[in-house]
């Protein structure tokens, strides 16, 4: 994608799809792979007078932790997740999901106590 069109699609999810304003925090989500379109998001919010924050994910780490979850890492919510869903004002997921051959699905019994544990913050 080229400069040009990371800027009007970085524009398009501020101004169109979260509306962001002058003081809004807003929390992103990502994957390493959105790296450009993340700075583009990032210099658009300061512009518009607003504090982003980026929490990124690395590659394998959802494979990872699908594979080897245990009960204390199901049962664990991260303190600046939650905080940043009870406090900012927005919440933007860039999807840019790494292509792993050797994807792991996580347990079923898992997945759903998972679900349950992070249910209150969706």
């Known amino acids: 994608m080229t400069g040009l069109a990371l800027r009007r699609y970085s524009d398009l999810l ?3 799809s979260l509306q962001i304003r002058a003081d809004d925090h807003v929390f992103i989500q990502s994957t390493t792979l959105a790296e ?3 700075e583009m998001l ?3 919010i300061m ?4 504090v982003p924050e980026i929490n990124m994910s690395v590659k394998s780490q959802e494979s990872n932790f699908n ?10 919510l991260n303190p600046t997740y939650v905080r940043a869903m009870e406090t900012f004002d927005a919440y933007l997921c ?9 994807f792991h699905p996580m347990d079923p019994v898992l ?3 998972r ?3 992070l249910a209150p913050t969706q």
């Open 14 to 16: 501020l101004d169109y």
């Open 47 to 50: 512009m518009r007078g607003g």
């Open 111 to 113: 997945l759903a106590q």
């Open 115 to 117: 679900r349950n544990i």
């Open 94 to 102: 860039v999807r840019a999901p790494f292509l792993e051959t050797e």
């Open 67 to 76: 594979r080897y979850a245990h009960p204390s890492s199901i049962a664990w």
């Open 42 to 44: 990032y210099a658009g």
């Open 36 to 38: 450009p379109l993340l």
